[in-house]
């Protein structure tokens, strides 16, 4: 079982910035991908970003790329999403969720982990 927390949520004006990070508990961080979702309130939850065991592939949300950074340290079991130029459009809760397969999908259903979500913010 892998337990996942994140932080780093909360408000900003439009055009900031903000760092999410993603903490995960057990040995085996390593070997899972790691993907971001986020669900804006009355919509479905949608994928954002992904990153493999390595970090070494990375995909993004056409909504995203550019603007948002995926990337890991297995040596701290932590992901982040640096969010950059960020828009009200960008508002919602987060999360990050862990892929046993270590593909990386877009795929809700691929995930087996998830944490609570952290809220993000952006005012016009």
């Known amino acids: 079982q892998v337990q996942l927390v994140e932080s780093g949520g909360g408000l900003v004006q439009a055009g900031g910035s903000l760092r999410l990070s993603c903490a995960a508990s057990g040995r085996f961080f390593f070997t899972y991908a790691m993907g971001w979702f986020r669900q804006a309130p009355g919509k479905e939850r949608e994928f954002v970003s992904a990153?493999?065991?390595?970090?070494?592939?990375?995909g993004y949300a056409d909504p995203v790329k550019g603007r948002f950074t995926i990337s890991r340290d297995n040596a701290k079991n932590t992901v982040y999403l640096q969010m950059n130029s960020l828009k009200p459009e960008d508002t919602a809760d987060y999360y990050c969720?862990?892929?046993?397969?270590?593909?990386?999908?877009?795929?809700?259903?691929?995930?087996?982990?998830w944490g609570q979500g952290t809220q993000v913010t952006v005012s016009s």
């Open positions: 990153i493999d065991r390595s970090g070494g592939r990375t």
């Open positions: 969720a862990a892929d046993r397969n270590g593909v990386g999908s877009q795929t809700i259903a691929d995930y087996d982990y």
